[in-house]
């Protein structure tokens, strides 16, 4: 059963972490609930021509290099049709899905109500390029809930956002250093390239050719959890850096949780050094709870960046912040930065009716108690199958890493096995269960997931757990 928590924590959590198990008797295997033994009907024959085919037109094959399952091997799944938790590939199976578009989906894919908002919005026209009436909306929804935006503009992509935030933060400080950690994602553009988390990661890529060495240059990076190096970078370089970015629950190394003090030190110290710190929220923004990772756990700081969740999957970015400081965007100042689509009504009217629907009280709650049980469920399955793994969840956010762990930090992240991830997620999908295609990514659950989902999901890894110790 699951019952929703009495409190919900405010505090950092520390990921639970256990070594391998094997039972007394010296067993590994759990007992079967799904026939293992049985053939696993996966015809997946149209994925893999559509894929064939797409591989002679798009590098890759793919819009985005995460999709792609180069790290877990095997032929990426072709999508059909995506409704409430569930996606169907082309070749008619169903998958639980815990990607959920890599984010946005946290009400459950295709939602109705967001759906017949977006079809009156449709008749209305797709972009105005002028003002319009749907922006101030969605931006005071942005501005109530997120405790640092007391102003924002609205981009098209978490990577403009990010690029932006950037250009910002040297505009207002006059400095050029920025400070990143090492595992974190923020975007594509050319001074985040820098010890890259997400797909970076996932493809073990060096920093990108084509990405001067002037540019990345002024980025310094440090350890995440590392309060330590950040002392010492601002020692380093005096009066030199605008400002430290981050992921205030790290995403695109896998799942990783700040340390008590971590986020409240950088805030400190970057107050101390006359430098800005930003929240990289386009994943946690509406995800980690209403107001963000800021509002869970208390810290407040002078940017923040979002995306995925504001857009209710459609393509959306924001930054936003001090008033003070947004006043130097144009055209109310000098930093130039602007975009064709940017706020168009469709992308706001979807944003709004997630947002709302995300506003009913209790959404944070049950989407707590469900990605609790679920990572519960599947910790415990790894430990019964004597497969190490440590992993944990904060609210609608989940990961786990096949090593004892704890895990604090990139570094850390790399002791995770994972070409044992690779079996596992190819089981997952075998028993309908859609995992990110990597063991350098989060999970997200939905308010569209039951708890017959959760359960079936945890039944799934028993299994593949099982198959992979
Ligand atoms: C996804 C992500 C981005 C990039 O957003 P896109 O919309 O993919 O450009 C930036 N920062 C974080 C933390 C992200 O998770």
Not at 16 to 21: I, V
Not at 34 to 49: A, C, Q, Y
Not at 232 to 245: C, K, T, Y
């Amino acid at each position: 059963m699951l019952t929703p928590p009495a409190t919900v924590i405010q505090q950092p959590l520390t990921l639970a972490s256990e070594g391998p198990r094997v039972r007394k008797d010296g067993r590994r295997l759990v007992p079967l609930r799904f026939g293992l033994h049985d053939p696993v009907m996966h015809n997946t024959t149209r994925s893999h021509e559509i894929f064939a085919a797409a591989q002679r037109l798009m590098p890759g094959g793919v819009s985005s290099p995460v999709r792609a399952f180069k790290s877990v091997g095997g032929q990426p799944i072709v999508f059909d049709r995506v409704k409430g938790a569930y996606a169907w590939d082309v070749d008619g199976n169903r998958y639980i899905d815990y990607v959920g578009s890599w984010g946005p989906a946290i009400c459950g894919h295709a939602h109705p109500e967001v759906i017949g908002a977006l079809r009156e919005a449709l008749e209305k026209g797709t972009s105005f390029g002028a003002p319009c009436a749907l922006e101030n909306t969605l931006a005071e929804m942005v501005i109530d809930a997120v405790p640092s935006v007391e102003m924002v503009r609205f981009v098209n992509s978490g990577t403009e956002a990010c690029m932006a935030v950037l250009r910002l933060m040297r505009a207002f400080t006059g400095r050029e250093k920025v400070i990143k950690f090492e595992g974190c994602y923020h975007g594509h553009a050319d001074m985040f390239l820098v010890k890259a988390g997400s797909g970076v990661a996932t493809l073990g890529l060096p920093d990108s050719p084509g990405v001067p060495r002037s540019v990345t240059a002024n980025t310094l990076t440090a350890p995440y959890n590392c309060l330590e190096s950040v002392k010492a970078l601002f020692a380093e370089h005096p009066g030199e850096i605008a400002g430290v970015i981050l992921e205030p629950v790290v995403g695109n190394a896998g799942f990783i949780t700040p340390e008590p003090g971590f986020l409240e030190g950088l805030r400190e110290l970057t107050r101390e050094h006359g430098a800005l710190l930003v929240l990289d929220e386009v994943m946690t923004g509406f995800r980690i709870s209403y107001g963000g990772a800021q509002a869970k756990f208390g810290v407040t700081p002078d940017l923040t960046t979002l995306g995925k969740v504001i857009g209710g999957g459609l393509p959306v970015g924001a930054y936003g912040g001090r008033a003070d400081i947004m006043e130097m965007v144009a055209p109310a100042g000098p930093m130039y930065q602007a975009g064709t689509l940017s706020g168009n009504p469709l992308a706001m009217t979807a944003g709004i009716k997630t947002l709302e629907l995300l506003k009913q009280p209790g959404t944070y709650e049950r989407l707590e108690a469900i990605t609790q049980r679920l990572t519960a469920g599947l910790l415990e399955a790894a430990r019964e199958a004597g497969v190490p793994i440590c992993g944990g969840s904060v609210s609608a956010m989940f990961g786990f890493f096949l090593c004892p762990g704890p895990v604090r930090n990139f570094e850390e992240a790399k002791a995770t096995d994972t070409a044992r991830f690779a079996k596992l997620h190819r089981a997952m999908l075998e028993r309908g269960v859609y995992l990110a295609p990597s063991s350098y990514e989060a999970g997200f659950t939905s308010l569209a997931h039951s708890d017959a989902d959760v359960e079936a999901t945890i039944s799934a890894f028993q299994e593949a757990f099982a198959l992979v110790a």
